[in-house]
C-alpha cells in the first residue's frame, strides 16, 4: 500500500502548473510545437507562451471583453484562429501574434452558439455549432480561416430532441482521416456521426448535463469517447468508451478515467490522456486502463503538433504541463 501511493505521487508530479491566477477559465488550447502554446477562454482572453510556457503573455480581445473564445487553433507563434461560442458567435484572426483581430466569421441568429472548431491542415477547417432549427450548425474554411462559408443547409445533421454538443474543450468534433470529420453529441442522446452515419454511444446520456464532450481519433479504426456529467465530477460511470472499429461497435475501459472527462487527446502509440474537473488520467493501452497522475482539474488538454509536450488549460487561468510518458 505504501509503494503504491508513493508510485502515485510520483504519477502526480508529471503535470507541472506553469501558470494561474489569471481572470480567464480556459478552454482552447493549441500547440503548435515544444516552444509555442496559445490557450484561450472567458473574458475575452488569449494567452500566448513562446518559450514552453516559462513565460505568458496575456491579451484581451479589444471589443471582445465579454467574449468567451472556447476554441483556438495556432500555426505558429504568429498566426491564430480563435472562436467565441454566442451572442453573437465570432471567429476571430490574427497574423501579427495577436496585437489585432480580423473578425472572418459572424452570425447573429437566435440560439447561435458555437462549440468547437478542428482543422485537417493550414488552410482546410471546420466548426461546428448547436442545433439551429433542430440541425447541427457546420461551417467550413479552406483559406486558412480568412472566410468561412456555411454547407448546404440540406446536408446539416439532424439533432435529435435534446440533443447538442458541449463547447468543453473545443474537441466533440475532429479530423477522420484526411477527407471527413466526425463529431460526438451529449444531453438527452449522445451520438457520434462520420459522414453519413450516426452511431449511438453507450455513454452515460439522458440529462442536460450528460453525454459525450470529446473526441479523440488514433486512426479510422480507433476512437476514443470521454464524458460523463459534469454536475457529478467524480462519477466513472459509463465516462469512456472505445472503438476499435471505426466506430461500429464499442467498449468500455477494464478501468475508467477517474470522473468526469471534458477533453482526449492521442498522443502516440498506445498512449493517450484525458482531463476533467477532477483530475488527469493517462492511458498506455490504447484506452483500456486509466491511471490518475494529477489531481488537478483542467478542461482541455492538447499534444504538440510538432513535439511530445502536452499543456492543459482550467479556470483561473491555469496552464499546466505534462511531458511525454
Known sequence: MVFSLFSLTLQAQRVSLVNKGSATSLRGCSVVNEQVIWVSGSNGMVGKSIDSGGTWKWIQVKSFEK???????AFD???AIIMGVDAPAYILRTIDGGQTWKVVFEDQRKGMFLD?????NEQSGIVIGDPVNGKFFIARTFTGGNNWQDIPAG????ADSGEACFAASGTNIRAFGNDAACFVTGGAHARLFIKDKIIPLPI???????????VGVKNKKTLIVVGGDFMTPDSTTKNCVISRDGGDTWVYPAVFPHGYRSCVEYIGGNKW??????GVDVSVDDGKTW??????????????????????????????????F
Not at 452515460?204 to 470529446?214: H, M, Y
Not at 478542461?299 to 511525454?324: E, P, Q, S, Y
Request: proline residues 1%.
Open 155 to 158: 446536408q446539416y445533421p439532424v
Open 116 to 120: 468547437a472548431m478542428e482543422f485537417w
Open 204 to 214: 452515460i446520456q439522458g440529462k442536460q448535463t450528460t453525454g459525450a464532450n470529446s
Open 291 to 324: 491511471t490518475l497522475v494529477s489531481k488537478e482539474g483542467f478542461n482541455v488538454c492538447r499534444k504538440a503538433k510538432d513535439g511530445h509536450i502536452i499543456f492543459l488549460g482550467g479556470a483561473n487561468g491555469k496552464i499546466g504541463k505534462l511531458t511525454d
Open 273 to 278: 490522456v484525458t482531463c476533467g474537473l477532477n
Open 67 to 73: 467574449t468567451d473564445f472556447r476554441a483556438i487553433t
Open 77 to 79: 507563434q504568429n498566426i
